[in-house]
């Protein structure tokens, strides 16, 4: 295990390894993600964590990859200004930790971590450090690779510092909860919300409970506006501290899906039908995106659900995810990632095995 | 171009749709760039995803360099042939294959006109974001290559934000399908990197988008200044209270006289320094109180006028004048050179300056109007291409201009990409290693260059000798850079 303290000490430890090497930052998602085959070096990127730079003025931070989500929001919240994203795997999370898994919470109205990465430093395995994007919150100068990065699980580059886009605080949050009798009475009602003038930041399904989160946040007579035009249900608001307590009890139940988490990835029209066929013990939904996170048992269970769905394994032991691949790709995704892969590690050293190397 | 390829490209698109002629090839040689000029040997029109597969296994076969077309609006030379060879030009692939309203989402081809998609979809109150000033013009394809952008993206993000899923045809001639109607990334997001890959990745045939609900209510002012850093402050100040306007136009003096003499004559103040154009949007409850927010902060920062848009009437004509502001340049100028760099938002009013000292010292005007809210710049150097002497200079101008942004932190092209026009400058932001990654990317995709060659990347020896007027082939610098790979990989 190393733990370098900089971007050029890690350059410095890759040029000289011939082994494998697997990035380590806060093992949140561990469980995300094909089994690794092997390791002869692992890289505690925690020492990385600097806010090199923060510009409230300019709406932009730089961060080195092991600075925590918490800390990120620690930063941010003292110019009131926030990262609109609400990862599951939660404060601990590493900023590369969380680019690498693309990792993904209730907050979705504007885009995932994809839409806010400006610019990433990274280390490739042979010690090489190149850059992408830059440090201005809109550009088109050169490829766009942090794109690729991110969800790429560590296995083509290691993600050592990544510039942010990020936005003021709502001036108010609210939050409303409804629980709803059938699965029926639910897919109405989020029919209802889908073809309406309402604008939620977050709006999760809970099941088997049926309940409807809704996150508004806007100016505040905005917000009373959508309060007023919610669709009929025993609506129970929230705001201020019960208000984040409440979302951080969603986290938990996130925890607690499982034993495997399949995300199904539909349409917001198809989520009910999914979840009626599919009939898991417990779900999550992005309802306005047809993101079903869902309990399920075991890889066969995946298997049934991917012969009418896509679906990437979110969370499994390893015993599960050695006998399904986490993504489910296309033969063409296939193809394309696995040439992406040799490109920038063609002896498969770096985290070997975790992602498209380690499908078929 | 032999005669055996016309014919095999006939055979595959039909006769007429086939161009060959010398002078009808006129049409092709460059896109809205126009200081950049190469013929290309054939242009073919194209109405199916299977042609342009056929096309493309044919130029592979015989190693004929080829790109894609859309409306030719690009402003970095994206659509140019450089290298001649094949143009697809995409433009009759122009339908909307499919509106899904309460997925908000929408199937299109990639020569559909951007402005179309909103007006298809405005019946069920949505529309489609990115709106590049060129947007009545400007094909969805090009916007997906270029990641295009526009005034409102300091909202609602550029063109990347909004494509959830695509067809293409790759290198090799082979179709997939990419990205999916959730717009959620599975595995590596191949998709995202696709989008402002300025065509040299693959040829997208049909691309799936996501629409927006319009928003309940929208207020749009005018706001003039008799001094650039007043102007630039309120950008600064209004970021600062937390407000994210829908978009935040600058306009300079010289902008608003070319517009005010033009038919785009929006009524701007004719003796402001600069003017600024806010635009909020949103829920209608609570927009008049933000709306009084941004006038008090431009009041603050000594605005002599306001001018609040009474209906959408008035709101289009002061939207009139910014986006007819390139086009209004003629009547001032022969010539212009648009340029595209970004900047940190603060670093405005120093940098204006310095743009200002450059054209004193190159005896070429230039006006500024730019999206000030993100920090894009759009220095426009007018000038004469009839008189040699002031062609050479603006590049030299444009150059330093450049070199002042980036020392500032900033980026070389917000919007309209690097392509042939500023390809040379790369080295300037990037080093030979990141050079090299992303060529790394692009073999992935096209590994014998035969997709629009010669873009983006400097045909100069190398980043560190930048400033040398050696000149090499793009080829060979690929070929250079891949050697110093294998070298690292050992």
């Known amino acids: 295990m190393v733990s370098p303290q900089s971007t050029e000490e890690l350059s410095e430890i890759l040029s000289n390894e011939r082994g494998s090497v697997v990035p380590v930052g806060a093992s949140t998602q561990s469980h995300f993600g094909n089994p690794l085959r092997s390791f002869d070096c692992a890289v505690d990127l925690k020492q990385l964590n600097r806010i090199t730079e923060y510009v409230p003025a300019d709406l932009t931070i730089h961060v080195e990859a092991g600075v925590t989500l918490g800390e990120l929001r620690r930063t941010l919240a003292e110019n009131r200004q926030f990262l609109p994203l609400d990862p599951w795997n939660g404060p601990t999370a590493t900023m590369g930790g969380i680019a690498s898994a693309n990792s993904q919470g209730p907050y979705r109205a504007c885009g995932s971590m994809r839409d806010w990465i400006i610019g990433m430093k990274v280390v490739e395995v042979n010690g090489k450090v190149s850059k992408t994007g830059g440090r201005v919150v809109k550009n088109v100068t050169g490829y766009d690779l942090a794109k690729l990065y991110t969800g790429s699980i560590g296995t083509l580059a290691i993600i050592t510092e990544i510039s942010l886009k990020v936005r003021a605080r709502y001036e108010r949050t609210v939050t409303a909860i409804a629980r709803f009798e059938t699965l029926e009475a639910t897919e109405t009602a989020l029919g209802l919300i889908r073809t309406s003038s309402l604008q939620p930041v977050s709006c999760e399904w809970v099941g088997p409970e049926h309940e409807v989160w809704l996150r508004f946040g806007e100016h505040p007579r905005a917000i009373d506006w959508q309060l007023k035009n919610l669709p009929p249900a025993q609506w129970n608001v929230t705001e201020g501290p019960d208000e984040d307590a409440a979302w951080e009890r969603l986290r938990g139940r996130f925890s607690a899906l499982g034993p495997v988490v399949a995300k199904v990835v539909g349409l917001p029209t198809t989520m009910a039908e999914i979840v009626a066929v599919c009939n898991p013990s417990g779900w999550i939904a992005h309802a306005l995106n047809g993101i079903v996170f869902m309990s399920v048992t075991n890889a066969a269970d995946v298997d049934r659900i991917r012969t009418n769905h896509r679906v990437v394994v979110e969370r499994a032991p390893l015993e599960v995810r050695k006998e399904v691949s986490t993504f489910g790709l296309s033969d063409a995704e296939y193809a394309l990632m696995l040439r992406m892969k040799r490109a920038f590690d063609p002896e498969g050293r770096l985290n070997p095995g975790r992602h498209v190397d380690g499908e078929r | 171009m032999r005669p055996e390829i016309i014919k095999k490209l006939k055979a595959i698109v039909g006769d007429d749709c086939v161009v060959s002629d010398e002078t009808e090839l006129l049409v092709y040689e460059c896109d809205a760039l126009t200081l950049f000029r190469n013929k290309p040997d054939v242009v073919v029109f194209v109405t199916r995803t299977e042609q342009v597969a056929a096309v493309v296994r044919l130029a592979n076969e015989h190693k004929i360099p080829f790109l894609p077309r859309g409306s030719g609006t690009g402003l970095s030379g994206g659509a140019m042939a450089i290298a001649g060879g094949i143009v697809i030009e995409l433009q009759r692939m122009n339908k909307i294959l499919a509106v899904d309203v309460e997925n908000r989402i929408a199937v299109v081809q990639p020569g559909v006109v951007n402005l179309h998609i909103s007006q298809a979809v405005a019946q069920h109150g949505l529309y489609y974001a990115p709106d590049p000033s060129s947007q009545s013009a400007c094909s969805i394809g090009g916007n997906v290559a270029e990641n295009a952008g526009g005034p409102h993206c300091l909202k609602y993000g550029m063109t990347t934000n909004h494509i959830l ?326």
């Open chain 2, 165 to 490: 899923a695509v067809e293409a045809v790759l290198t090799d001639g082979s179709v997939v399908r990419l990205g999916n109607a959730a717009g959620e990334a599975i595995g590596m997001d191949l998709l995202g990197a696709i989008v402002g890959s300025e065509g040299t990745f693959a040829i997208v045939t049909e691309i799936t988008i996501r629409l927006l609900a319009k928003p309940q209510a929208v207020k749009t002012l005018i706001a003039a200044y008799h001094s650039i850093e007043e102007c630039s402050q309120t950008v600064s100040d209004v970021i600062a209270a937390g407000i994210l306007p829908a978009a935040f136009e600058f306009v300079d003096a010289k902008t608003i006289e070319a517009v005010e003499a033009s038919v785009y004559r929006a009524g701007y103040p004719r003796d402001a320094a600069a003017v600024a154009l806010i635009e909020v949007d949103g829920f209608r409850d609570g927009l008049e109180e933000t709306g009084n927010q941004i006038v008090e902060i431009c009041r603050r920062n000594k605005a002599y006028e306001i001018r609040v848009a009474k209906d959408e009437e008035e709101r289009a004509k002061l939207w009139m004048g910014r986006k007819g502001a390139f086009g209004a340049m003629g009547r001032i100028s022969p010539d212009m050179l648009v340029m595209d760099a970004v900047i940190p938002r603060t670093r405005l009013p120093e940098v204006l300056a310095e743009i200002d000292r450059i054209s004193e010292r190159y005896k070429l005007p230039v006006a500024n109007v730019f999206h000030a809210g993100d920090g894009n710049l759009h220095p426009l150097i007018l000038f004469d291409s009839r008189q040699a002497d002031q062609v050479d200079r603006i590049f030299a101008m444009g150059e330093e201009i450049l070199r002042v942004c980036v020392d500032v932190g900033g980026s070389l092209s917000g919007e309209h990409g690097i392509g042939c026009e500023k390809k040379e400058y790369m080295c300037m932001v990037f080093s030979d290693a990141d050079l090299a990654t992303m060529l790394q990317v692009k073999a992935v995709f096209n590994p014998e260059g035969l997709l629009n060659p010669d873009k983006i990347f400097p045909t100069r020896r190398s980043c560190t000798e930048i400033g040398k007027q050696t000149t090499t082939s793009t080829a060979e610098i690929e070929k250079r850079i891949e050697t110093v790979l294998r070298g690292n990989a050992r």
